[in-house]
T-cell receptor
Framework: QKEVEQDPGPLSVPEGAIVSLNCTYSNSAFQYFMWYRQYSRKGPELLMYTYSSGNKEDGRFTAQVDKSSKYISLFIRDSQPSDSATYLCAMSGRGFQKLVFGTGTRLLVSP | GAVVSQHPSRVICKSGTSVKIECRSLDFQATTMFWYRQFPKQSLMLMAT?????????EQGVEKDKFLINHASLTLSTLTVTSAHPEDSSFYICSATTGNSNQPQHFGDGTRLSIL
């Protein structure tokens, strides 16, 4: 079993839709949870990160962590074509060191 | 800010060749750099962690004699794939951080390595 599971997609939605991206994990030692966005032929860029359980909101993006279920989510409101990218979840037991990534979910937002 | 440049972006070479990939932090001092590898349809896998001026720490299953890492300055780390074979073909990507575990990793744009 992989430490981090993520549906590779693609996930296709119309512009303006609410997008839900999810990851599950098996290692209860993970305390730090991140979401990265990766455009084609570019490196991942950090979108949001949370420590332990709870919600965090930044503009159109909301990250949720449910440690009891070992489940994290990223919600994108009012999705835009420019949001089309691959979204990677990553997590670690110690800050931003030794990240364990999901495979990434490819998101396509059509105008 | 926090720009990481990785070069080259694409390499195609013959089996048995050694290939060097450079990772530079352009606007900050990178105390720690990480090297990842990604095979098709798989996740980014950490290969090694390098701290400036120290030997790299390799993850389990990664051959240190095959993947030579040098981090001689605060702005440059290199990964050399020695005597590359077709099974080494992959996407290699570096990241850099100031070394504080509370600071995020900043990623380069990756190198697509193809060994014929």
């Amino acid at each position: 079993q992989k430490e981090v599971e993520q549906d590779p997609g693609p996930l296709s939605v119309p512009e303006g839709a609410i997008v839900s991206l999810n990851c599950t994990y098996s290692n209860s030692a993970f305390q730090y949870f991140m979401w990265y966005r990766q455009y084609s032929r570019k490196g991942p860029e950090l979108l949001m990160y949370t420590y332990s359980s709870g919600n965090k909101e930044d503009g159109r993006f909301t990250a949720q962590v449910d440690k009891s279920s070992k489940y994290i989510s990223l919600f994108i409101r009012d999705s835009q074509p420019s949001d089309s990218a691959t979204y990677l979840c990553a997590m670690s037991g110690r800050g931003f060191q030794k990240l364990v990534f999901g495979t990434g979910t490819r998101l396509l937002v059509s105008p | 800010g926090a720009v990481v440049s990785q070069h080259p972006s694409r390499v195609i070479c013959k089996s048995g060749t050694s290939v060097k990939i450079e990772c530079r932090s352009l606007d900050f001092q990178a105390t720690t750099m990480f090297w990842y590898r990604q095979f098709p349809k798989q996740s980014l896998m950490l290969m090694a962690t390098s701290n400036e001026g120290s030997k790299a720490t390799y993850e389990q299953g990664v051959e240190k004699d095959k993947f030579l890492i040098n981090h001689a300055s605060l702005t440059l780390s290199t990964l050399t794939v020695t005597s590359a074979h077709p099974e080494d073909s992959s996407f290699y990507i570096c990241s850099a951080t100031t070394g504080n575990s509370n600071q995020p990793q900043h990623f380069g744009d990756g190198t697509r390595l193809s060994i014929l």
